[in-house]
């Protein structure tokens, strides 16, 4: 792959910075203008990101240096596939989460820092996405905490006040050890871009202990973030944040930057070779197993909507992380695939509870019966999603099980193939309740006069959904093709 | 062999007008403005049925016809081909990593033409029965699209496409269990769709590992895995759970009683006659083209199965005697049915295999026509209970005479065609020397007359315990309570017209001169062996 120089990388960052400076002029009155703002400010940033897209379909790699502060140590953009398959995921993500908080935020308080905050934070993940070094990385990791952080306490509550610390502690906690890391491994090896294969190579053989110690310590930076047990608990504390919030951010884009970051290290600073040396896959992949399943038990036991998916979220983060840790390309690529399949249909999860939610008023599964009379096209939406995620075809979500299924055999751990079934069916036992109960259980819901949502919030649903099962038709013409090139990149 | 292949577009076509006239029946709406609830179901029963007014029903109708007859119809004009020899093919490039592929052998055509037939009856006999439904764009809806999936598992030229087609079909059963909305419903279908969900993931599983193993999953080869390996066990059992719970063999069959009797009658027809057809159809790939019979006879994992199918038909058959439940005594006589199936594809001999395989359609037939006619019987008087149906065949004469048909076929004597079924397993069991098979096969003979022959008997011979007026307790069809009960009540021509070709069909494909299903079957054996 050849490296061309392109400043896109540093527009898809500033354009929703822009976006957002113009949304802090506007009175808090005007609200359609506010929208309207933050629509063309997500949707240029998408087209950016498309353009970046179209090098890497040529097999360019898109480089851009902004600020060198000192040798080694720059703001460094460097798109490469695997960048740009969260690039692409998490951007087009944004429009249909913009549109959809236009209806979930109507007449609530405080919409321009909602929206403000909900923008900007769109270009902290383009830039976890396109950083081209861990100090880059680490940047953009921070600046996501913060410009998260308003969007959890949105309510104002106590509840969401605690749990906005929490959330900022166990971000930030996980943002420190990722700094100490990066300051080691400049020590060691003087720089830490991303590299193929890994950059440790040589510097391996004499910090062997060292570098053991900076890979847990950094993997579980990032791995706070994407929810890896027991590091977790700031995920479900932050439910209390509005439904587009959780959806976008807590299910796609923030919880996705840390297994994003973790996958980093594992190919891009360690390399598979490095990894075989210092045996620590073991470690992780116990504590990743653990993660798959308690996060799924949990999962059951909760009756609040938002949290059970906060569960299940916790839970199919691991069969992420499941897949890199593999180190085959066959487990990397379920791995990478079901980042975007999950992203696709958690979101298509969490708009239809937020759509719920938002019209009845009611946050707990239980007082949900019969609510597929009241609002029948979420509630198969929903269906959709939860069969996605089971694995039922074919919605995107098989895919990325047999993959990971075929990867666990290739790296016999056959304990991999236990766990991913085990877990599947505790998916159909938290996801097909709900479905079956608003179905087919007498409720106090009536037929809706008019439309069951308001259409900003049923066509981004509606969509998802028909995107959920366009992806598992039609997987091989856009989303394997794009993890294709990463396993090739990598291996 | 090689076999002379031909590309053509019809196995998709078989699939997708089912589905597709399914989802249009969604839009043809409920009688009564939509403003049913649940909660009507028993009063809109009450309803007088005979004049319901329903204008939507006629689409509805012209809709189920077409996605009906119009499969058969090409279900025959493949046969032309077929029975030349050759195979009928489709690739389509989605659904990946493998494509969607479709592949009509003569074992493929032999189970769609199967299909298409009962599909076309059950539409009919269910345009009768479902009347008065308050959600029959629902019901209808539902049907078609299992039935289409049922087609599409048939017809699949490769693992993965079977699997798409058994899970969609499977899951959407579930709607049809769950139709009636009661209690004992939604349980019987929470029961029903874990099941899936298990076997779903277990056929998955096994299909992973078939993919990682030979690289392949195309169904055209006389055995994908070659080599003994753990993983190939893993996958046999992945197999054996995903098609052992469909078709309901012994301890994966519990979902089975339950599901049929909450369900809608025409929806546990639709299982018994084609849903769990499936299950055995997937036994017999798994058998001759996934492992080969070669690899089997090495290995012997036929062996255990062949115990379980032998288990299952005592089983059945035994639990059966003591339900009093007429749907609940169809339900468990059904699992030991299905045991016959198996066994015959369990012995691994040509013979036993077309005992199995004719037993396919026999057992359909015979069941069938057992479905309707009770169907018929609790549609008349509302109940349900075994002990009261003396004297039921002065109402009903047409329908309990074929129910005697029926009940006489599944005992097993000649001229009747499940006899050919035992006849053929009999022979394969001395194939490989298990006389204790053919033991096995005479008991369960003798159970199976000992709770069909008395339903039949007590019709026709039996008095009335003058406790007739409990028909109307069981909602449907209440009106009739007034008849004393020696009124004529035999259903209308729509629900008729299935009884009497389903009980033809036993007599027919007994023992005449030119037994054309035997002779596919036979051709279908020849094929695989």
């Known amino acids: 792959m050849q490296s061309i120089t392109s400043s896109l990388p540093l527009w898809s960052v500033l354009i929703p910075v822009i976006g957002a400076i113009i949304i802090s002029r506007i009175p808090e009155k005007q609200s359609r203008a506010r929208n309207l703002t933050a629509l063309i400010s997500v949707s240029a940033t998408c087209v950016v990101v498309v353009a970046i897209l179209r090098h890497l379909l040529r097999d360019e790699v898109v480089e851009f240096t902004l600020v060198r502060f000192m040798p080694g140590l720059e703001l460094f953009f460097r798109v490469d596939p695997l960048g740009i398959v969260f690039g692409i995921t998490a951007s087009i993500l944004w429009i249909f989460a913009i549109v959809y908080s236009m209806g979930y935020m109507a007449k609530q308080h405080k919409q321009r820092r909602f929206f403000l905050c909900f923008v900007i934070s769109m270009s902290a993940t383009m830039g976890v996405a396109f950083a081209g070094n861990l100090f880059t990385m680490y940047i953009f990791f921070e600046y996501l905490t913060l410009a998260t952080y308003p969007l959890v306490i949105h309510s104002q509550t106590d509840e969401a006040t605690r749990s906005g610390i929490k959330y900022i502690a166990y971000c930030f906690g996980g943002g420190g050890m990722i700094l100490f890391s990066l300051i080691i491994l400049h020590g060691v090896v003087g720089h830490a871009t991303f590299a193929p294969g890994g950059i440790l190579d040589a510097a391996i053989v004499d910090h062997k202990l060292l570098l053991t110690v900076v890979f847990f310590l950094v993997i579980l930076g990032f791995g706070t973030k994407g929810a890896i047990m027991p590091f977790h608990s700031w995920l479900p504390a932050a439910m209390v944040a509005p439904a587009p919030v959780s959806s976008l951010l807590h299910a796609v884009a923030v919880v996705k930057s840390g297994i994003f970051g973790m996958t980093r290290v594992l190919y891009f600073l360690y390399g598979p070779e490095v990894l075989a040396q210092i045996n620590v896959i073991n470690v992780l992949a116990v504590m990743v197993c653990f993660t798959i399943l308690v996060g799924s038990i949990l999962a059951l036991r909760h009756t609040v909507f938002k949290m059970r998916l906060a569960y299940s979220t916790i839970s199919q983060l691991g069969y992420i992380t499941l897949g890199a840790l593999m180190l085959t390309p066959v487990g990397l690529f379920g791995g990478i695939l079901h980042i975007m399949n999950h992203a696709m249909l958690k979101i298509t999860l969490f708009f239809c509870a937020g759509a719920v939610i938002k019209i009845t008023g009611k946050t707990d599964i239980r007082e949900l019966n019969g609510i597929g009379k009241r609002m029948p096209i979420t509630m198969v939406a929903f269906a959709v999603g939860g069969l996605g995620l089971i694995g039922v075809l074919p919605i995107s979500g098989y895919l990325s099980k047999f993959y990971l299924l075929s990867g666990a055999f290739d790296a016999d751990m056959v304990v991999f193939v236990g766990v991913l079934l085990l877990s599947s069916l505790l998916n159909a036992m938290y996801y097909l309740p709900i479905v079956v109960n608003a179905f087919f259980q007498e409720g106090e819901f009536d037929k809706p006069k008019d439309l069951e949502a308001p259409l900003t919030m049923l066509a981004p649903i509606v969509i998802l959904a028909i995107i959920c099962v366009g992806l598992g038709l039609f997987a091989h013409k856009t989303t394997m093709p794009l993890v294709e090139n990463v396993v090739n990149y990598v291996f | ?529």
Not at chain 2, 85 to 108: A, E, N, Q
Not at chain 2, 149 to 178: C, K, N, P, Q, R
Not at chain 2, 374 to 402: C, D, E, F, W
């Open chain 2, 1 to 529: 062999m090689i076999q002379e292949t031909m590309e053509s577009i019809i196995p998709l076509l078989m699939i997708i007008i089912p589905l597709l006239c399914g989802l249009a029946i969604f839009f043809t709406g409920s009688p009564g403005s939509g403003n049913n609830t649940i909660k009507d179901v028993g009063q809109a029963q009450f309803k007088d049925t005979t004049s319901s007014a329903d204008s939507r029903s006629v689409p509805r109708n012209i809709l189920l016809m077409i996605s009906t007859l119009i499969p058969f119809g090409m279900s025959i004009y493949l046969y032309s081909f077929i029975s030349q020899g050759m195979v009928v093919v489709s690739k389509f490039d989605i659904l990946p990593p493998l494509g969607l592929s479709f592949r009509v052998d003569i074992l493929g055509q032999y189970m769609s033409l199967l299909f298409t037939f009962f599909g076309f009856m059950l539409v009919l006999y269910s345009i009768g029965y479902m009347k008065g439904d308050p959600l029959p764009q629902r019901f209808f809806g539902f049907l078609l699209l299992v039935y289409g999936g049922s087609l599409g598992v048939i017809l699949a030229g490769d693992l993965f496409t079977l699997f798409l087609f058994f899970e969609f079909m499977s899951i959407m059963y579930f709607v049809l269990v769950v139709h009636d909305a009661t209690t004992e419903a939604v349980a019987a279908g929470v029961k029903f769709l874990f099941m899936t969900i298990i076997a779903g993931v277990a056929l998955f599983l096994a299909v992973v590992i078939v993919y990682r193993e030979a690289g392949s999953l195309a169904l055209d080869t006389p055995g994908l895995i070659t080599t003994y390996s753990n993983l190939g066990l893993l996958a046999f059992i992945g197999f054996f759970i995903a098609f052992g719970t469909k078709a309901s063999l012994f301890p994966l069959h519990f979902w089975m009683p339950d599901a049929y009797s909450a369900a809608p009658l025409p929806a546990a027809l639709l299982s018994s006659a084609i849903m769990l057809k499936t299950g055995a159809y997937g036994f017999i790939r798994v058998f001759y083209n996934v492992f080969g019979v070669e690899f089997l006879e090495i290995v012997n994992w036929d062996f255990i199965l062949m115990l379980i199918a032998a288990f299952t038909i005592l089983f059945g058959s035994t639990i059966a005697i003591a339900q009093d439940d007429i749907i609940k005594r169809l339900a468990y006589s059904g699992i030991a049915q299905i045991g016959y199936i198996v066994l015959g594809v369990a012995l691994v001999t040509s013979n036993a295999l077309v005992g199995g395989v004719f037993h396919i359609m026999a057992h359909a037939f015979m069941k069938g026509c057992m479905f309707v006619t009770m169907g018929a019987v609790i549609k008349a008087t509302g109940n349900r209970s075994i002990r009261k149906m003396k004297g039921v065949g002065y109402q009903l004469p047409i329908s309990m005479l074929a129910f005697t048909i029926a009940a006489v076929t599944a005992v097993g004597i000649p001229p009747f065609n499940i006899f050919l079924t035992k006849w053929h397993l009999s022979l394969g069991a001395l194939d490989i020397n298990q006389l204790w098979l053919i033991i096995i096969l005479l008991i369960s003979s003798l159970l199976n007359a000992a709770y069909y022959l008395p339903i039949a008997y007590h019709a026709f011979l039996g008095h009335e315990e003058g406790e007739h007026g409990d028909a109307a307790h069981h909602g449907a069809a209440g009106h009739h309570e007034k008849n004393e009960g020696k009124g004529w009540a035999e259903p209308s021509p729509a629900m008729l017209v299935p009884i009497i070709v389903l009980a033809l069909g036993c007599l027919v494909f007994g023992l005449p001169i030119q037994n054309w299903p035997l002779e596919m079957v036979e051709a279908i054996s020849a094929m695989l062996y």
